[in-house]
C-alpha cells in the first residue's frame, strides 16, 4: 500500500501566503490560488493520525467534474488543474458561512432530531420522522466556518442580526444553493443515486459571488443508493449510502466523537486499505468513471513539480 500525502510544505516564488486547513493546503498568489487535496481525512472535525492514499486525488478529480457541471448555475473558483491533486483557481473572499443543504433526515440531522430537537437552524422538522426519511422539501441549515474546532449549527436570521452576511447577498446564497441541490439531485439520479445532503462554499471576486471549494465530494455529501431506499426505508433497515458517514460510524463504534478526553483508535493498515477503497468506489459510482491511480513513489515531489511549472508557463 502506497502511503498518503499527510502534509506539503511548498515554497513557490512569488507565493503571497500558506494555510492548511482539514484536508487541503493552499499556496496564495497574487489573485490566485492553488489548492492542494491531501490525503488527510476529519471526521467530528478533528483530523485523523492516518492519511488515507488517493483520497486527495478522489476529492479533487469528484469536484472538478461537478463544477464543471454547474458554472451555468453559478460560477466557479476554478481556471486550471496541472495534477490530479491540484487546482489553481481564483483567489476570492470566503463568507464565514457554509451553506448546508438537506433533502433527508440523515447524519447530523437526524441526531439532533433523535434527541428531540424539532428545530434546526431556525427551520421548523414535522413530528413523527424516522432516520433517512426524505424531508417535505430540502432545508437549508448553515453553519459558521471554524478555522479551529467544530463548525457550529447557526439560523438565517442570526446571520442577518449579526450582519454576517447582507441580506441580498444571502438571498442569493439561498438561491444558488438550492439550484445547485437540484442539479446535483439531477446528476446522481442519472447514476442510480440519491443526493441526501451537502454542503456548499462561496466567495467574492471583484465583488460577484463565486462557488468555492469542492462541491458533491464524499467529505462534502451524503449519497444513498436509489435501487431499494423505499423498501429499506419501509422496513426499518439501514440505508446503502455512500459517504465519509461509514468513517465515523467506525470512530464511534471505537468510542470516538470528537469529545474532549476521547482517544481515536488505531487506524490499522487495513482499516486505511478499507478506506481508501471506499473513496475509490464512490469515485467510479457518483462520476460513473473508471478512477485512474496516479503511480509513482513519491506524490509530494510530483505535486511540487507540476505546481511549479505552471507557475513558471503562465508567469504567476
Request: charged residues 30%; glycine residues 6%; negative net charge.
Amino acid at each position: 500500500m502506497i502511503e498518503g500525502v499527510k502534509e506539503t510544505n511548498f515554497q513557490f516564488p512569488n507565493q503571497t501566503g500558506f494555510y492548511s486547513g482539514k484536508v487541503r493546503d493552499i499556496y496564495f498568489f497574487k489573485d490566485k490560488l492553488a489548492m492542494v487535496a491531501t490525503d488527510r481525512i476529519s471526521a467530528f472535525d478533528v483530523i485523523l493520525p492516518r492519511p488515507i492514499p488517493y483520497k486527495g486525488q478522489v476529492l479533487n478529480q469528484i469536484a472538478q467534474k461537478f463544477l464543471e457541471a454547474t458554472k451555468d448555475v453559478v460560477p466557479n473558483w476554478i481556471t486550471d488543474s496541472p495534477d490530479p491533486n491540484v487546482s489553481i483557481g481564483l483567489k476570492c473572499q470566503p463568507y464565514v458561512v457554509e451553506m448546508v443543504i438537506r433533502g433527508y433526515l440523515a447524519g447530523h440531522a437526524w441526531r439532533e432530531y433523535r434527541e428531540g430537537k424539532r428545530t434546526l437552524c431556525g427551520v421548523s422538522l414535522p413530528e413523527g420522522l424516522k432516520e433517512n426519511d426524505k424531508l417535505p422539501t430540502p432545508i437549508i441549515t448553515p453553519t459558521t466556518k471554524a478555522k479551529e474546532g467544530h463548525d457550529e449549527d447557526i439560523s438565517r436570521e442570526e446571520i442577518l442580526r449579526q450582519g454576517i452576511v447582507a441580506e441580498a447577498e444571502y438571498v442569493q446564497l439561498e438561491k444558488y444553493t438550492r439550484a445547485l441541490f437540484e442539479r446535483g439531485t439531477e446528476i446522481a439520479a442519472k447514476q442510480g443515486l440519491i443526493l441526501v445532503d451537502t454542503k456548499y462554499e462561496f466567495g467574492k471576486f471583484n465583488n460577484e459571488i463565486y462557488l468555492i471549494d469542492e462541491i458533491h465530494t464524499p467529505d462534502s455529501s451524503r449519497y444513498f443508493y436509489k435501487e431499494g431506499y423505499e423498501s429499506r426505508q419501509a422496513s426499518g433497515e439501514k440505508q446503502k449510502q455512500l459517504s465519509k458517514e461509514f468513517v465515523r460510524q467506525w470512530l464511534i463504534e471505537n468510542g470516538f466523537q470528537g469529545k474532549e478526553g476521547q482517544e481515536i483508535p488505531t487506524m490499522t493498515n487495513e482499516v486505511v486499505q478499507s478506506i481508501s477503497d471506499r473513496y475509490i468506489e464512490l469515485y467510479e459510482k457518483v462520476t460513473g468513471e473508471t478512477f485512474q491511480k496516479q503511480t509513482g513513489t513519491n506524490v509530494v515531489e510530483r505535486i511540487e513539480k507540476n505546481i511549479k511549472n505552471y507557475l513558471a508557463k503562465h508567469n504567476l
